[in-house]
């Protein structure tokens, strides 16, 4: 009988530790098999990934990848979390949005999130959402010392604030057993509408809520203007910190303490299905918070209250059932990242006023994280991750540099009135827009793998959201306005617009070519024809003229096209081709244009629509 030694199971014993430079010389090694020849410290390089910020992510992360000790959770600087239990204890808070203006409607849906998972409400008033004097019958039934109530009224804070605390003294609430947000942060609402307010009302709000009602929150710091006018992580990380410390300064003057000031603060992040930097975010965001209350003289104050929203600027309009795809991975990222509560957007967010389906998805999808996957029982499970610490502090470095570029512009309002920060936001997104417009960030179901015949999701047009201030951008915009001018020329015609296959010889050698062509030309809404499978100069003429298209594609390998593309091409013209396309790089007689891996598909699939007569 063998007995196992007591130091327990030990399945690399026998084996050499390997070192860094055996790996790295192991990386060489593939890299010249693929044409690059680079070595040490290269070769790692070449296998990095630059990411917005100026960040990179490395392909390995090791012991050596060193980060400021994150401390514990509860203490200072609060890397690992605001409590000392985490979400341990009770998990995080479920928090749906009503965005209506029929209060009765809007109570029916509160009503039937709270019976089925949801523990607090985010309720749109005023613009865009149920007016004050209808605020009573949107929570008619709520049982208010139980379900904390965040408001969103903009402009209409004050009444709004003032109408909820009415509510709580005529249903008998104790002013101990209020929770939730009145929902006051005047520059906001002046990033999503130009329109300056006055933070004195605001203020007067959290000396009442400091004074009476211990566990209401007055203001909150709402970054996803910033994140939905295109702004970089550390870009939202430096305007909400900059939103932080004006309202510090402000409820400081009006007589708070700073103590006091920081626990009116609840702050407001997107979460994205990029795990990993919502992870990092979060975290970022609560070690720059404990640094301003450090500097502020009130350490222990840097708790940062956290609410995350699934990212708006990721849900898309086609195929809008990936969505709940993109808001699951972006809820556990939230979670692990340690928010206090999560709101997952419906999944039909983009196309209007969601339905029951899509609010019991979006409820369920924090349900299933919490008691099924048993994500909150660990606190901070992401803590300790070489890369996750390592692009937490990275994170934090470049949100602080652009916190301190709005300090020097004077501030956060100045910031936004000078046009500071909506120019650095529009230059960042313009960078993006050029990554989703060539398909290096793909978007499925929109630039990737697109479903033309899928029935459009219809919903009830959602109130007006406020605008005038920084602008609302969205991942699918680009294609979006492509597919549209397909829709309406099917919708004119009866047919969309088509482009011609023309797959050369067996189908090993053009199938990987043809996939490429059908999946780009579709997310521009042009119907891919490939019949017959395979074509030659003989055949072209005939297969092109029954496709009923104007352009066509050869698909095919380089040394086929090397055989056969110049006679295919003019085979095609001859049939009354109007463009030539080829599926990879070359030059041939007859053919007008490539498309390839990296091209710009919105220009490409625009000027094709253009070319077939389609309406832009």
Request: aromatic content about 6%; proline content about 5%.
């Amino acid at each position: 009988m063998t007995v196992l030694p007591d130091d327990g199971l030990s399945l690399a014993a026998e084996f050499p530790d390997a070192t860094h430079e055996q790996w790295q010389r192991l990386v060489e090694g593939v890299l010249r098999k693929s044409g690059k020849d680079v070595s040490g410290t290269a070769a790692e390089e070449a296998l990095s990934t630059p990411v917005e910020d100026g960040l990179t992510t490395r392909p390995l992360y090791t012991a050596r990848d060193s980060a400021p000790d994150a401390g514990y959770p509860g203490f200072a600087p609060f890397v690992r979390g605001s409590r000392a239990e985490g979400n341990a204890a009770d998990g995080w808070g479920v928090r749906q949005r009503h965005a209506g203006t029929d209060p009765a409607r809007v109570n029916e849906a509160v009503l039937a999130d709270l019976e089925n998972g949801v523990t607090s409400l985010w309720l749109a008033v005023g613009q865009g959402g149920v007016p004050v004097s209808g605020l009573a019958r949107a929570l008619d039934g709520v049982y208010l010392d139980l379900a904390p109530v965040v408001l969103d009224a903009g402009a209409e804070c004050e009444p709004a604030a003032r109408e909820l605390l009415r509510l709580y003294e005529e249903r008998g609430v104790a002013a101990d057993s209020a929770r939730g947000n009145l929902g006051a942060d005047p520059l906001g609402h002046e990033a999503r509408t130009g329109e300056a307010l006055e933070t004195a009302p605001a203020a007067g709000l959290a000396r009442l809520c400091a004074e009476r009602f211990p566990g209401l929150r007055a203001l909150t710091v709402d970054a996803l203007p910033y994140h939905e006018a295109g702004g970089s992580a550390a870009e939202e990380l430096g305007a909400s910190l900059a939103t932080g410390v004006a309202y510090l300064r402000a409820l400081t003057e009006a007589g708070l303490s700073v103590e006091a000031a920081c626990a009116q603060l609840e702050f407001r992040y997107a979460a994205s299905a990029d795990q990993f930097l919502t992870i990092a975010k979060l975290r970022a965001a609560r070690r720059l918070w404990a640094r301003v209350a450090e500097a502020s003289g009130a350490p222990a104050a840097g708790a940062q209250r956290q609410h995350a929203v699934t990212s708006p600027v990721m849900m898309t309009r086609r195929d809008p059932w990936v969505n709940m795809l993109r808001t699951t991975v972006a809820c556990l990222a939230a979670g692990v990242g340690g928010a206090d509560a999560v709101t997952v957007l419906p999944f039909d967010h983009s196309l209007g006023l969601p339905d029951a389906f899509a609010r019991r998805i979006a409820r369920n999808t924090s349900s299933i994280l919490l008691e099924e996957s048993h994500l909150a029982r660990v606190i901070d499970p992401a803590g300790g991750s070489w890369y996750v610490e390592r692009l937490t502090d990275e994170l934090a470095h470049s949100a602080w540099e652009f916190f301190r570029t709005i300090e020097r512009a004077g501030g956060q309002a100045a910031a936004l009135r000078s046009g500071l920060i909506g120019e650095r936001l529009a230059a960042t997104w313009a960078e993006r827009g050029a990554k989703l417009a060539r398909r290096r960030e793909p978007v499925t179901g929109v630039s990737e793998f697109p479903h033309l015949a899928e029935r459009p999701v219809e919903r009830e047009t959602a109130p007006a959201e406020p605008s005038g201030g920084l602008p609302r951008v969205r991942r699918d915009e680009a294609f979006e306005e492509l597919r549209a001018r397909s829709d309406a020329h099917l919708a004119a015609t009866g047919t969309r617009p088509r482009v011609f296959l023309a797959a050369l010889g067996p189908a090993a050698a053009h199938t990987g070519r043809a996939t490429f062509a059908s999946n780009l030309f579709q997310a521009g809404g042009i119907e891919p024809v490939h019949d017959p499978v395979s074509v030659d100069a003989a055949t072209a003429a005939e297969a092109f003229a029954a496709s009923g298209a104007t352009v066509a594609c050869l698909c095919s390998s380089d040394a086929l096209y090397a055989e056969e593309a110049e006679a295919v091409a003019a085979a095609l013209r001859s049939a009354g081709a109007t463009h030539v396309y080829l599926a990879g790089r070359g030059e041939f007689t007859g053919v007008d244009s490539c498309v390839y891996a990296g091209c710009d598909a919105v220009a490409v699939l625009s000027s094709a629509l253009d070319r077939m007569g389609v309406a832009s």
